[in-house]
């Protein structure tokens, strides 16, 4: 069944190669997926070696992981293997037919990204963008084909959750769209379309969500209890493990673009950004046996 809005998939073009823009957490496990579901070259880009080095190492650490498990064949984790390289040069992105960016959530960064992308691959590349909450149609504007850009917005952790949003930005066109949604189903994710809007659909609710849990503990609520009152709400997990797995920079990012959307519905916690500046990750911290405490640096923060 065609999903909702999704154009007739004999307009999609055929993915052949694979580029990833970042080689962060994201756009790792991004390669990884790609790679195994594609089975087509992937090349992951970022600033400087290391982090490319970084990236590439990931995906074959979770390939051996997936060896262990018996999840891959060796011939089909040496295979994998050799389909995710790096390099630091946007040109090895030429015959590229599919490249999506997962670089820091800035719309200047982006718009320079794709720019530079856009140098290197054909006119008919999907350029395809991973971000939380920023316009895509404003990331197109300034290109010479902002009609092959797409929203292509996965969930942490990408390997595991289904859902996939599809994001129609203003100049996006059919064939772009209907070769979004053949390579979502590739990659066995549930595609669904959304509007170019702040924070597109889930987002827009869980920072909702998370904005006020973390409301209540800057009025004095503890963290622990604050985690423990959803608890019958039955999500797979609790809001301050969630804020972790996602990064708190990421959930202040897309609070603030919220606030500055609207102002009357979404609020930026002064606690929030005091954490992120402190450089801190997760609220709670576990000793050797387990045992579960709030970080006492992040408490000091709330207080
Ligand atoms: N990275 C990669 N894989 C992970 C993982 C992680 N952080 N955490 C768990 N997994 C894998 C495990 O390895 C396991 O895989 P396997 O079956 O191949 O062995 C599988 O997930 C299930 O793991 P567990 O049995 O240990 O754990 P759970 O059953 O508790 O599930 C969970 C873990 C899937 C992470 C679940 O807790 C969950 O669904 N949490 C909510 C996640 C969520 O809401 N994500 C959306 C965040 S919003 C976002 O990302 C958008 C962004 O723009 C901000």
């Known amino acids: ?29 991004m390669a990884l997926l790609f790679a195994r579901r594609l089975e087509v070259p992937v090349v992951l880009t970022d ?10 190492g990931y995906v074959h650490g979770e390939i051996d992981k997936l060896l262990g498990k018996k999840r891959v064949s060796p011939d089909k984790a040496n295979r994998l293997k ?22 820091f959530e800035d719309l200047g960064v982006k718009q320079k990204v794709f720019a530079e ?15 939380s909450s920023l316009s895509i149609t404003e990331m197109a504007s300034g290109l010479k084909h902002p009609e092959r850009v797409v929203g292509f917005h996965f969930f942490n952790p990408v390997a595991i959750m289904p859902l996939l949003e599809i994001v129609r930005a203003g100049q996006t ?5 209907a070769t979004a949604f053949a390579v979502g189903k590739q990659l066995k994710k549930s595609s669904v379309l959304v509007k170019d809007a702040p924070a597109f659909v889930v987002n827009r609710l869980l920072t909702r969500f998370m904005g006020e849990v973390v409301k209540s503990i800057d009025e004095g609520t503890p963290f622990e209890v604050a985690d423990k009152a959803t608890e019958p709400l039955g999500l797979p997990m609790s809001p ?8 708190p920079a990421v959930a202040l990012h897309v609070a603030e673009t919220m606030h500055a959307a609207f102002p009357d519905r979404f609020g930026v916690s002064e606690n929030m ?7 801190k990750t997760a609220v709670y911290q576990w000793d050797s ?10 408490q000091a923060l709330w207080s």
């Open 47 to 56: 600033i400087d070696q290391a982090r490319v080095d970084k990236g590439v």
């Open 1 to 29: 069944k065609r999903p909702a809005g999704a154009p007739d998939k004999s307009l999609a073009r055929k993915v052949t190669k694979v580029g990833i823009v970042g080689a962060g957490l994201m756009a790792s496990q």
């Open 273 to 279: 950004k005091a954490f992120v500046a402190a450089g």
């Open 289 to 298: 046996t387990g045992k579960q405490t709030v970080d006492p640096e992040v």
């Open 173 to 177: 066109d059919d064939a772009t769209l």
């Open 240 to 247: 301050l493990i969630l804020l972790q797995l996602v990064g």
């Open 82 to 103: 050799a389909l995710v390289t790096g390099s630091l040069d946007k040109a090895a992105f030429a015959d590229a037919d599919f490249v999506i960016e997962a670089v």
């Open 117 to 131: 992308v856009e140098e290197h691959v054909s006119p008919e590349a999907v350029l395809a963008t991973n971000t």
